[in-house]
């Protein structure tokens, strides 16, 4: 045992030694920027804190929103490569479309129609463990990305920082994507694809409450 | 390669430690913590020179080979010459839409992970770097404290910037640089829903 740790330190050392100037100094530096003092903040809904803290809860404040984040991420992972990847990124982009135009007071119809089929369609490609080509999955969660973007775009509260808060509200929708993909990731085992196929019909089924007003 | 690790986490610690989230101030200096060190902090205290900064150091981090030698110079060198405008004469905060213009373009290079020639590339990061340095003003306190707050904030620029594209130019394995086009479409969205916000009220 002695001899192991013996050889782990000197490994250490030696990596330590080994490490160029430039990491030397990264190391040093990270330790004191590190040492830096924040400031503490006192009450949360002041300034841009609070525009941050509003924008992130904002997502998260609508059922049928998460449940359409969480859907784009668990048929991402159902598709697999690209899609995995090309929706994490194209899905942001497109929903922000939509929120541009919500801000700029353009309309589009039947927005909440388009936030709960959202729900229905993507819920049912889920539970069918459906695989259309990359396209056509991709132009599905653009279309429906728009409705959700323009939703937001309107319900943007006018006196909140917009800087702050737009960053709050994509990293939180961001995230919920990611936990859709993360969920999605279960699919490599036979009872995971079960359980997002279940999941997918879950969540078709409450998109159908809200198509129906039941929710 | 440890080697490697250990930069890559190093980078990324102290990048996640200076952004820690602060309230925003106006331009000015920050009572009673020093003048260096308030200028050290002050890119920390504006969201959108956080969010160009950030985005820049995606895309330098993308295409590190091509653009180290180029755009990070370019970047250093007009953020240079813009605070020390700032120093020289009276210039107007920079209006904001402007900033995540520039973000916003960075940000569509980094979604779809091309590269601008090194020419345009530099352009980009040195307009970038102008327009952050004017926008750093500092208000009230002598000539020596100015250059002293100044001074802290190039420093600070160069540091985070640096860092970030070298940590992120370690990132070899496909989902990491899935990662960082991710991170770029945020910026992208971050960016447009500002740019609507402006327009509308403008």
Not at chain 1, 168 to 179: E, K
Not at chain 2, 22 to 42: K, P
């Amino acid at each position: 045992m002695r001899y192991i740790m013996n050889r782990q330190i000197s490994r250490g050392s030696r990596s330590m030694r080994n490490l160029t100037s430039i990491e030397r100094f990264s190391l040093f530096s990270t330790l004191a920027l590190l040492c830096l003092p924040g400031l503490a903040f006192g009450h949360a809904d002041v300034g841009s804190a609070g525009g941050f803290a509003s924008g992130f809860t904002h997502p998260l404040t609508g059922l049928d929103h998460i449940v359409a984040m969480v859907a784009v991420g668990l048929w991402g992972a159902f598709l697999g490569a690209p899609a995995l990847w090309v929706l994490p990124v194209v899905f942001p982009a497109i929903m922000a479309v939509g929120g541009a135009i919500g801000i700029m007071g353009i309309p589009i119809p039947g927005v909440e129609v388009g936030i709960a089929l959202s729900g229905v369609i993507l819920g049912v490609m889920v539970a069918l463990a459906a695989r259309p080509p990359l396209w056509i999955a991709a132009i599905l969660v653009g279309f429906f990305a728009i409705f959700h973007g323009h939703a937001h775009g309107t319900e943007l509260p006018h006196s909140a920082n917009p800087l702050t808060f737009a960053i709050g509200f994509v990293i939180a929708t961001g995230l919920l994507h990611m936990c859709g993909i993360a969920f999605g990731l279960l699919t490599r085992w036979r009872i995971g694809r079960v359980a997002v196929r279940a999941g997918g019909a879950a969540i078709s089924l409450i998109g159908c409450g809200f198509l129906f007003g039941v929710l | 390669m440890p080697r490697q690790r250990i930069l890559r986490t190093t980078c990324i610690a102290s990048f996640l430690g200076a952004i820690m989230p602060q309230t925003a101030h106006a331009h000015g200096q920050i009572a009673g913590i020093g003048d260096f060190y308030g200028g050290v902090l002050h890119p920390l205290y504006s969201p959108s020179h956080i969010v160009l900064v950030l985005v820049l150091g995606l895309h330098l981090g993308q295409t590190a080979v091509k653009n180290f030698k180029s755009a990070l110079p370019a970047f250093l060198i007009m953020s240079a010459i813009g605070l020390f405008v700032t120093l020289v004469a009276d210039v107007a905060p920079i209006d904001q839409p402007i900033l995540l213009g520039l973000a916003l373009a960075t940000a569509c290079l980094v979604m779809l992970e091309n590269s601008a020639s090194p020419i345009i590339t530099a352009v980009l990061f040195g307009t970038s770097g102008l327009l952050i340095g004017l926008d750093s003003s500092v208000e009230g306190g002598s000539s020596s404290s100015v250059v002293k707050s100044l001074i802290g904030t190039w420093l600070m620029l160069a540091y985070v910037i640096f860092m970030l594209g070298a940590a992120l130019a370690t990132l070899k394995k496909h989902w990491q640089r899935v990662g960082i086009r991710v991170v770029g479409s945020w910026v992208f969205a971050i960016s447009l829903l500002v740019l609507a916000f402006a327009v509308k009220k403008g």
